[in-house]
């Protein structure tokens, strides 16, 4: 019955010879007769395992599974016995296929762990540079020897990241010719798409094959598609005694670097629109603020928004002209919030700078500048104050005068706190203004606080309803008699932020002007 | 100006107690003056910012908190230190010798979002400037916002986070996390991560310097320690934690009118004084959602003893906080870590405090 059976059998005593085979064996060992020693009947692998077999003492239990290839194929071999007589009787499974699907499993999950790990490393980053270096790292670990990330030429020069068997990425601007690769110019190209290109190691030039690598086995040029953008090139190296690239490997390599391709020309975009903002923001950020003509000056701004850095507040700054002059400070606050208001702000803050040459006299430019809105397109306002700034002595003068503005508050070196009496219309609104200009003087030590109604409405409190309040704020500022203009400023920024506590707030600008204290010469 | 030929200890104390006398007073001029004069004869700018500055700042508030300066004076010498860190950073002769190193690669050093004590910060960025990093100083009060899109910008090779305030803990996490989701490791210091940096571990930061010191030689070891997931809070589920910080300021009014019906005597209160009771209880509940947070007894009366220890100062019994905890605990009976952690404190604050 056994000897029609499909699998390969054979019967073996303890001296080593066959005494029964199957068809199936007789068929896979042709010489493994009865009477026929095992060895030299099969291959030694399988005779190894039964002189182990059979030295192993304790009968009964079932001997370890063995398995080695006869021929091109795979057999495991499955020994039952021995038995009283000391015989074995080996099965033999040809496990070939199994093997191969084992071997393609683990060589799929390996592919897909790293291509997650591709994604998560290449995904978190927004960074070109970051981005760039980490195609080349995991492309150099996990594709090849070397790998080297070109990207499309900035000035003429094509930024460069080598990665060498060391995993250590090195950057570089190179002034270099892509025709010098074969292929290297399409795939930077990106559009239309191209196959990747194997290209003769002995054609490529020094700053591909880097010093030290060895000779080349293989290489192979790919593009990075991204966003319907040429994001770069991958060229990947291998060495001569690693396996050329298989065809899986090589659609493989075309996976990731469609992964890379597309994370490196998000970054790409990303930076490309943050330096535009950046170029945009920059006329729109509050300037610097430092002394002027021996006129302590300090200002602090915080944006409503989350992420905003602008807002409808804003201040300015205009050091005096010449000798003798008036510097100007302005502060004020535009309606509405976020970029529209800050484009605004920018508008105003232009067009008293071009009213400089009249910033004697605050009516005429609150009156051109009111004319200037109003022949605007659209509804727009604005409340400020405009403060000269001129040192006289020791102390300072000033001349205020508000347009709908709070009222700035001076600290006296007494602890008394007097707001500015400078009332006038806002400016936007109505064909005729009214302005009034308060002239006031600092002695050492004093300081003038200006302000936009984002620090006294702000709701908040221990309580979380109250809000801040222009009292309060007077009340906090006796205790602030004598502190220099940054540390005001400082102040009250902390006081208005600790009162919103994680709520909401509008925009929240300060500036403070101070005669200097008596300076203290070093001892 | 005499300039003496060795640098000894007692010469950096010496100048370290000028600074705080220029500092108070608010004298700027003779405050940089007397720091670049030590510089000049000899002292390291690194000596200058953390065994001169730093001291003198902890010293400034070492002596609010036992309220011998106003809060006045507190502003106005911070405000002298950055002027003084500013003006080393400016010293000609320094920036000949930090624009001679060797570039060690960029950082960015912020504090968490809401945070404003900037001057540990400050210090840290130029302490980094002196070993050869390029910096950027983002500053206090830093929407995370603004610290996230920096590092897609920027690709710094690590994020150094600083953190006075123990109630910014938990924005701290979420700054922490935020940088480590864009694959860049986080180094954080400051007093708020506890003197053991506790905190920092818990929070999952990369990794914790005690001091600027430390902290450079953390950026130092190569390679910068990759970011690591971090590990979760899973005390958190109870949701008591989301549930005081939501109703913190509805805790705060309950517990006041629950000490107003207690004690009549309140209801007499200035409306100033009335405003201090409150603000008193405010803190309380924000350092009880704080331990919630982190899980952590310890935190919760810590601050119980320093607020006792700033009463008292101000001529305030420290046990005047007991009647609010216990109304509190009142409040949140339903709730048993923080009835534990209300209770543990109340107790704590008892026994440490004399009886009147």
Redesign the interface.
């Known amino acids: 019955m056994w000897g029609a059976a499909p699998y390969p059998a054979l019967v073996v005593d303890v001296t080593g010879t066959i005494t029964e085979s199957n068809t199936a064996a007789r068929v896979l060992f042709q010489h493994a007769g009865p009477g026929t020693p095992l060895d030299g009947a099969v291959p030694a692998w399988l005779s190894r395992a039964h002189a182990a077999l059979t030295r192993a003492t304790g009968s009964g239990a079932d001997g370890e599974v063995a398995h080695g290839t006869v021929g091109d194929r795979v057999y495991e071999a499955y020994p039952s016995g021995p038995d009283e007589h000391g015989r074995v009787v080996w099965w033999l499974a040809d496990d070939t296929e199994h093997r191969l699907a084992a071997e393609a499993l683990r060589l799929e999950r390996e592919r897909t762990e790293f291509l997650v790990e591709a994604s998560n490393?290449l995904l978190?980053?927004?960074?070109l540079?970051?981005c760039t270096e980490?195609t080349a790292r995991l492309a150099a670990r996990h594709l090849a020897d070397a790998a080297l990330v070109i990207t499309p030429a900035v000035h003429r020069r094509h930024p460069v990241v080598y990665c060498g068997p060391d995993g250590e990425p090195v950057r570089d601007d190179l002034a270099v010719d892509p025709a010098q690769v074969p292929g290297l110019a399409e795939a930077l190209q990106g559009f239309p798409p191209m196959p990747s290109r194997w290209i003769d190691p002995a054609a490529a030039p020094a700053w591909v094959v880097r010093e030290g690598f060895g000779a080349v086995g293989s290489m192979v040029v790919t593009s990075l598609p991204g966003h319907g953008v040429p994001a770069g090139a991958l060229i990947l190296l291998r060495r001569t005694e690693h396996a050329a690239f298989s065809e899986g490997e090589e659609v493989f390599a075309r996976l990731f670097a469609g992964r890379a391709g597309a994370a490196m020309s998000a970054?790409g975009l990303?930076?490309e629109q943050?330096s535009i903002t950046e170029t945009l923001m920059r006329e729109l950020l509050p300037p610097r603020v430092q002394e002027v003509d021996g006129v302590e000056l300090a200002a602090g701004y915080?944006p409503s928004g989350?992420?905003e850095?602008v807002g409808g507040d804003f201040y300015d700054v205009h050091p005096r002209s010449a000798e003798g002059e008036e510097s100007l400070v302005v502060l004020g606050d535009v309606c509405g919030k976020g970029l529209e208001a800050a484009v605004l702000t920018g508008k105003i803050r232009t067009t008293l700078q071009a009213l400089l040459p009249m910033a004697a006299d605050h009516g005429r430019v609150l009156r051109l500048l009111n004319g200037t809105l109003l022949n605007g397109e659209r509804t727009r306002f604005v409340t400020l104050v405009l403060t000269s700034v001129r040192r006289t002595g020791d102390g300072v003068e000033l001349r205020l005068t508000s347009a709908g503005h709070p009222a700035p508050f001076v600290v006296r070196a007494d602890r008394s706190v007097e707001p500015v009496p400078s009332k006038g219309t806002l400016i936007g609104v109505l064909d005729e203004i009214v302005t009034t200009t308060v002239t006031v003087t600092l002695a050492p030590g004093e300081t003038c606080l200006l302000y936009t109604d984002g620090i006294t409405e702000v709701m908040g409190?221990?309580?979380?309803?109250e809000m801040f309040g222009e009292a309060r704020l007077r009340e906090e500022l006796e205790?602030?008699?004598?502190?220099?203009a940054?540390?005001?400023v400082?102040?009250v920024?902390?006081l208005a932020?600790q009162w919103v506590g994680?709520g909401h707030h509008d925009d929240m600008a300060v500036v403070a002007i101070s005669a200097p204290?008596g300076?203290?010469?070093?001892? | 100006m005499t300039v003496p030929s060795v640098v000894a200890p007692a010469d950096v104390e010496a100048c370290a107690d000028r600074l705080f006398a220029d500092a108070v007073e608010g004298a700027e001029h003779a405050a940089v003056d007397g720091v670049l004069a030590a510089y000049d004869a000899g002292v390291d700018a690194e000596t200058l910012l953390l065994d001169v500055v730093a001291r003198v700042q902890a010293r400034v508030g070492a002596e609010w908190a036992g309220n011998r300066l106003t809060v006045a004076q507190e502003h106005t010498a911070t405000a002298v230190n950055d002027r003084v860190v500013a003006a080393l950073a400016h010293h000609p002769p320094n920036r000949a010798a930090t624009a001679a190193l060797p570039a060690l690669g960029r950082v960015t050093v912020a504090c968490v979002d809401g945070e404003w004590h900037a001057l540990p910060a400050r210090l840290l960025a130029e302490v980094l400037r002196l070993r050869g990093w390029h910096v950027d100083y983002l500053g206090a009060q830093v929407p995370t916002a603004h610290l996230i899109s920096h590092v897609h910008r920027t690709g710094p090779a690590a994020v150094a986070l600083s953190g006075s305030i123990p109630t910014r803990l938990p924005t701290a996490h979420a700054v922490i996390t935020a940088c480590q989701a864009t694959g860049t490791a986080v180094l954080v210091g400051g007093a708020a991560f506890g003197p053991d940096g506790r905190f920092a571990t818990l929070l999952g930061a990369d990794a914790w310097a005690p001091d600027a010191r430390a902290a450079a030689g953390v950026l130092a070891a190569r390679p910068v320690p990759r970011p690591t997931p971090a590990p979760g809070l899973p005390h958190l589920g109870d949701q008591e934690y989301t549930m005081v910080a939501r109703s913190s300021r509805q805790l705060v009014r309950e517990t006041l009118h629950g000490l107003e019906e207690r004690y009549p005597a309140m209801r007499a209160y200035t409306d100033r004084q009335r405003r201090h009771t409150a603000e008193d209880i405010a803190h309380i509940v924000d350092f009880l959602a704080t331990a919630l947070y982190v899980d952590d007894a310890e935190l919760f009366t810590g601050f119980l003893g320093w607020t006792a220890g700033i009463l008292a100062a101000r001529n305030v019994p420290g046990r005047s906080l007991l009647p609010a905890v216990h109304v509190l605990a009142q409040r949140l009976r339903d709730f048993p870590r923080a009835s534990a952690l209300l209770e543990h404190g109340r107790n704590h604050l008892d026994e440490s405090l004399p009886h009147p």
């Open positions: 490393s978190s980053s927004l960074n540079d970051r980490v970054a990303y930076a943050t915080r989350e992420g850095r409190g221990p309580l979380g309803d205790q602030c008699a004598g502190m220099p940054r540390a005001l400082e102040r920024q902390m932020a994680t204290a300076r203290k010469e070093p001892a």
